[in-house]
């Protein structure tokens, strides 16, 4: 049942293929790099799991893959999920329906491995809404003043932070072992050791000018128990130092760590601003803030979620608060999501089954996405037209149920 245009086939893209998968990704994804720089870099890529399109004259002219996240956290629980990535199609082929057809692909090939559920980071926001996903996280950026004052918290000053270069091996497990245990709809882990390897690679072609990256160990009672890792980069201007700390990911598992931590970064020697990572939009840091406004607040999409298996998403995940909803729900992509599906669960679980019943709600499998993990409520959605409540009073305890306490986020980029 391909949807490829006559000529073009679909094929597996092995190990043996890789440079010919880096020529597919520099024609989509242009950047400085020489061929020999783009060849060193390290790969995270699960092989059997990565796809292409060839054209008929068989050069591989696209390619899309997935990370296999199989503890991918979402409200409550932890459920295998289809990480989509290295999405891309040679300008000279594109708009004929390549990714449309890889996107029928990669949502026929997770399905098939029983995963109910896609993510995915956009290279441009546009793109994926037309397939079903929705914007599902936010992510906050800050740019912090150096020096910024921040609220004092209680343990803090038990907290000892060492500064250290990153050295993958020395601190690549214990590193996995903190980011890992954090639970938060959206945190994808990087599970895979070649997603390991890469995230701590730090090739130095990418360094755009800062130094390599270092990591601050926050350890408590002689155990590490926190971390962020950031580079400087330095600039030099007329009226004295003006560099820049740009933090990649701060795990900190309590207010006092993250007190620590933050109180390092924001006082770096010459250096002015702190330039954050991907924050999650209710992360710590917004409070120990002071003075948030100065810190320049900035959201943008994050995760954006593709519900594959309506039944056995919305069963997976657990509710906020008792739910007992009748969803009528549209996929133009996937036929078997179609319909009435009667929700009822909450703290503890849930279940989920075809109905007959009057629909109460009706949204499109977009919205069930972006709702999934918490981050988009359902009144916000219902308030730009999307939900629609079809009850009268069903709307806004539906919401609640499907909230979350935890904003969703992603701190990486997968
Ligand atoms: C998860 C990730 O990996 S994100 C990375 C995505 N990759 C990139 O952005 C790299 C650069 N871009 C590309 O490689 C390609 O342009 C792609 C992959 C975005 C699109 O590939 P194409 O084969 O041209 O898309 P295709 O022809 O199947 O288009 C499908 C639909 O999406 C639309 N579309 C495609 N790209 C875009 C875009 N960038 N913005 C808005 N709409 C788009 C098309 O107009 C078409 O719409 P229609 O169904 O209403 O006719």
Known sequence: MSTLPAGYRAVDVPESRRDHLLEVDTWAFPGALTDDQVRALPVPLTWERTRGVEAPDGELVASHASYPFSRFPVPGARIPVSGLTWVGVHPGHRRRGLLRSMITEHVSRSLARGEAVSALFAAEAPI????????????????IPRGAALRDVPGAEGVRVRVERLDPSR???????IHGAVERPGWATRETEALRETFLADPEPLRDGAESVRVLLAERDGRTVGYALFRRRAAWEVPGPRGTVRVREVVAPDPAVARALWGV????????????????PDDAITHLLVDLRGAEPRTTDNLWVRVLDVPAALAARRYAAPVDVVLEVTDALVAGNQGRWHLQGGPDGAQVRRTEAAPQLALDVRELGAAYLGGSSLTSLAGAGLVRELEPGTLAPAATALGWPDAPVCSWVF
Request: aromatic share 8%; glycine share 12%; net charge negative.
């Open 171 to 177: 601190h690549g497990a214990l590193l996995h072992e």
């Open 128 to 143: 994926y809404g037309r397939f079903g996903y929705g914007l599902a996280a936010r992510d906050l950026r800050l740019r």
């Open 265 to 280: 970064l924001l006082d770096l020697d010459l250096t002015a601003t702190v330039e954050t990572g991907m924050l999650a």
